[in-house]
């Protein structure tokens, strides 16, 4: 019997992978807990009041940039609203979420009290628009891993319209991990991992970097040699996302699995000839068999409509 294929990368024991910070602080730990907790509620509690009708066939798989800070400031809406989630026994009674894109993390738990800012934790703040070209993520996450609080999370929002082509974003479950351990284990995977031998894995980190810098602040590592533009691209770092995310492209949306309305996107695209776009999306619907609903079908012929009139 043949034997499958094993795709592991392969451990340097000499450099093993990063461990989790641990939280020394226990009422800090509780609240990032409780905190990831209500990030997981999203889905139940996020409303969006941003409409999408219309949709220009050029702008189909640029939704992210397009609606991507609209609906990051409505999931921090969202946790404010729901804090007895977060804050059940009333410990932070003080603090609220605040989103600056210029800042990392771009979302801090915060307290003016007094005239005084005080952080307690933050998230960086990601959303992915699942219906993109690339089927991932394509954010680059480059924070040095200095300039992370063991308390702050990496949070990646996957969404997509309600009718497809057009309604309002729905957001489905979150990615959560430790802002800190998702930077070392990127830096980790770039320089031991990923097949490239010294000089061309080396990176520079910024000096001086603290959790919560100030705005515009260079907080961010760089790649010695990244032609491909590829360092910071998480969801490519084997070991982090990648279940995550082949997991999200399964999520059905009208009947159909994520990754083949990306399919049938693309087909269109692409400009083929009429005949070779009928041909392609008989034969993309014929994989879905019974999942094929007509409402499915009604839904391609108005992609069809839309990007190939």
Request: with cysteine; net charge negative.
């Amino acid at each position: 019997m043949t034997q499958p294929l094993d795709f592991t990368i392969p451990v340097d024991p000499l450099n093993p992978p990063p461990s989790r910070a641990a939280l020394p602080d226990p009422l800090k730990a509780k609240l990032t807990d409780d905190v990831a907790d209500a990030v997981r509620a999203l889905p139940i509690y996020y409303a969006s009041t941003t409409a999408i009708e219309g949709l220009e066939s050029g702008d189909l798989f640029s939704l992210n940039s397009v609606l991507g800070g609209s609906i990051e400031n409505q999931v921090v809406a969202t946790l404010n609203r729901i804090r007895k989630v977060w804050d059940p026994d009333d410990q932070w009674t003080e603090y609220g979420f605040e989103r600056s894109s210029q800042t990392f993390p771009d979302v801090r738990l915060v307290s003016r009290s007094g005239g005084r800012l005080s952080v307690a934790m933050g998230i960086e703040l990601k959303g992915w628009y699942l219906l993109s070209r690339e089927k991932e993520p394509s954010f680059r996450y480059t924070v040095t891993p200095d300039a992370c609080s063991p308390y702050d999370l990496l949070v990646v929002v996957p969404w997509h319209l309600t009718n497809v082509l057009s309604g309002v974003p729905r957001v489905y479950e979150p990615y959560i991990e430790q802002a800190r351990y998702a930077a070392e284990f990127r830096n980790h995977y770039w320089q031991h991992q990923r097949g490239v031998a010294a000089p061309d894995n080396g990176i520079t980190s910024p000096g001086g970097a603290q959790p919560y810098p100030p705005a515009k602040a260079k907080v961010s590592d760089k790649a010695d040699k990244d032609s491909g533009g590829n360092f910071g691209r998480v969801a490519r770092v084997h070991g982090l996302m990648e279940d995550y995310s082949e997991r999200m492209l399964q999520t059905k949306v009208s009947g159909i699995e994520a990754g083949h309305w990306v399919s049938f996107f693309r087909v269109y695209a692409d400009n083929h000839e009429r005949d070779t776009i009928d041909a392609r999306i008989d034969r993309l619907v014929g994989r879905q068999g019974a999942a094929a609903t007509p409402r499915v079908r009604e839904l391609v012929k108005e992609l069809g409509r839309l990007l190939g009139d």
